[in-house]
T-cell receptor, first 114, second 113 residues
Framework: EAGVAQSPRYKIIEKRQSVAFWCNPI?????LYWYQQILGQGPKLLIQ????????DSQLPKDRFSAERLKGVDSTLKIQPAKLEDSAVYLC????????????FGPGTRLTVT | AQSVTQLGSHVSVSEGALVLLRCNYS??????LFWYVQYPNQGLQLLLK??????LVKGINGFEAEFKKSETSFHLTKPSAHMSDAAEYFC???????????FGRGTSLIVHP
């Protein structure tokens, strides 16, 4: 069974530029999560999707961050414009419905904003 | 509001020694508690979880944790450390049945030969 795929693995941009991250969950996993992990901290949940609907985006900075999961499969997280404090690893995870605790994580995208 | 405190950003043990990673939580409702492991350049992997059943929870790779309500603790232990256990460990809390986790800052486990 293929795991959660994320791309790119690394990205370096200048502040005020835009960037997008892609995630493809495990086949059959209806629930998808995006986390932000700043160096030296634990992950912070940004947004949770159930199929193509948003379940929780209370911690997503909506003035610059957006996410979509149009067909209920893969998802894109965008930052526009980026700030220095957005430098972090962005993790995607997925799970079967009703098994939110059994999340499978992708390897993450490491973003550096200069 | 929920929160997690992991005592010690780094823990160093010898191979074969007991591993003890400390986690204290704060929650206004009965919590669900989790331990995750993260190897370099990889995502998190769930080690074990407490969801209001048995207070002593056994996980993968020989790890276990005990929920102690009176101490608001959920410490992670393993009787004998292996070199392959060297990684970052995160404790997380979620209030009740909805999974809205708050993670601790993590503890780096270093295992010496």
């Amino acid at each position: 069974e293929a795991g959660v795929a994320q791309s790119p693995r690394y990205k370096i941009i200048e502040k005020r530029q835009s960037v997008a991250f892609w995630c493809n969950p495990i086949s059959g996993h209806a629930t998808l999560y995006w986390y932000q992990q700043i160096l030296g901290q634990g992950p912070k949940l940004l947004i949770q999707f159930q199929n193509n609907g948003v379940v929780d985006d209370s911690q997503l900075p909506k003035d610059r961050f957006s996410a979509e999961r149009l067909k209920g499969v893969d998802s894109t997280l965008k930052i526009q414009p980026a700030k220095l404090e957005d430098s972090a690893v962005y993790l995607c995870a997925s799970s079967y419905p009703g098994t939110d605790y059994e999340q499978y994580f992708g390897p993450g995208t490491r973003l550096t904003v200069t | 509001a929920q929160s997690v405190t992991q005592l010690g950003s780094h823990v160093s043990v010898s191979e074969g020694a007991l591993v003890l990673l400390r986690c204290n939580y704060s929650s206004s409702v009965p919590p669900y508690l989790f331990w995750y492991v993260q190897y370099p350049n990889q995502g998190l992997q769930l080690l074990l979880k407490y969801t209001s059943a048995a207070t002593l929870v056994k996980g993968i790779n020989g790890f276990e944790a005990e929920f102690k309500k009176s101490e608001t603790s959920f410490h992670l232990t393993k009787p004998s450390a292996h070199m392959s256990d060297a990684a970052e460990y995160f404790c997380a809390v979620s209030e009740g049945g909805s999974y809205r986790p708050t993670f601790g800052r993590g503890t780096s486990l270093i295992v010496h030969p």
